[in-house]
């Protein structure tokens, strides 16, 4: 169960968009459409920003969207807005009622 | 309003043990599989484990396979993580979360386990 690789930082200007990569293999983020993204403020719970790889809750801007091919997933935040500071972790099913993370993306609004 | 509150978390010494409780509201508890993933201070997420809705079924990362036991009384809509052995790798805030079609979708503030002598 390795976690699921991230790049460490991400940033962009106000209005800028800012793409998120989730590398994982064949057994989890390739066998599997349940691909997930999580938002972390500083000290707060994660919030669920997309799920099934390209679905957003209620309530999710519109501005976050999701993809996926092969092996990496990927998250886009499109016109940053100061709120979107945070760290991102994606997730995915791995099988067996079992999950990965990733190691987390800290996304920085110039 | 869906809720979920944690509590349980302490100091222990290596080697001792802890139990963890998840309180909801605001759902129908019994419905819902449910997780605990946990987060190293100043580290990522990391799934711990996971219990179907009727609690017939459990699956518990590598890492704390053999020393972690999760549970839950639906009765009480209560979650409990048991955790016995405890190292200093296990350190970490706590978060209990429900679980809809393979997505975290309502998360817990967190409790914090310190595990030192």
């Known amino acids: 169960q390795s976690a699921l690789t991230q790049p460490p930082s991400a940033s962009g200007s106000p209005g800028q968009s800012v793409t998120i990569s989730c590398t994982g293999t064949?057994?989890?983020?390739?066998?599997?459409?349940?691909v997930s993204w999580y938002q972390q403020h500083p000290g707060k719970a994660p919030k669920l920003m997309i799920y099934?790889?390209?679905q957003r809750p209620s309530g999710v801007p519109d501005r976050f969207s999701g993809s996926k091919s092969g092996n990496t997933a990927s998250l886009t935040v499109s016109g940053l807005q100061a709120e979107d500071e945070a760290d991102y972790y994606c997730?995915?099913?791995?099988?067996?009622?079992?999950?990965?993370f990733g190691t987390g993306t800290k996304v920085t609004v110039l | 309003e869906v809720q979920l509150v944690e509590s349980g978390g302490d100091l222990v010494q290596p080697g001792g043990s802890l139990r963890l409780s998840c309180a909801a509201s605001?759902?129908?508890?019994?419905?819902?599989?449910m997780h605990w993933v946990r987060q190293a201070p100043g580290k990522g997420l990391e799934w711990v484990s996971y219990?179907?809705?009727?609690?017939?079924?459990?699956v518990y990362a590598d890492s704390v396979g053999g020393r972690f036991t999760i549970s839950r009384d639906n009765a009480k809509n209560s979650l409990q993580l048991q955790m016995n052995s405890l190292r200093a790798e296990d350190a970490a805030v706590y978060y209990c979360?429900?679980?809809?079609?393979?997505?975290?979708?309502?998360w817990g503030q967190g409790t914090l386990v310190t595990v030192s002598s």
């Open positions: 979360a429900r679980a809809s079609t393979r997505r975290f979708d309502c």
């Open positions: 997730t995915s099913y791995a099988g067996s009622n079992s999950y990965v």
């Open positions: 064949s057994s989890d983020v390739g066998a599997y459409n349940y």
């Open positions: 099934e790889v390209s």
């Open positions: 219990i179907s809705a009727s609690g017939s079924a459990r």
């Open positions: 605001g759902f129908t508890f019994s419905d819902y599989e």
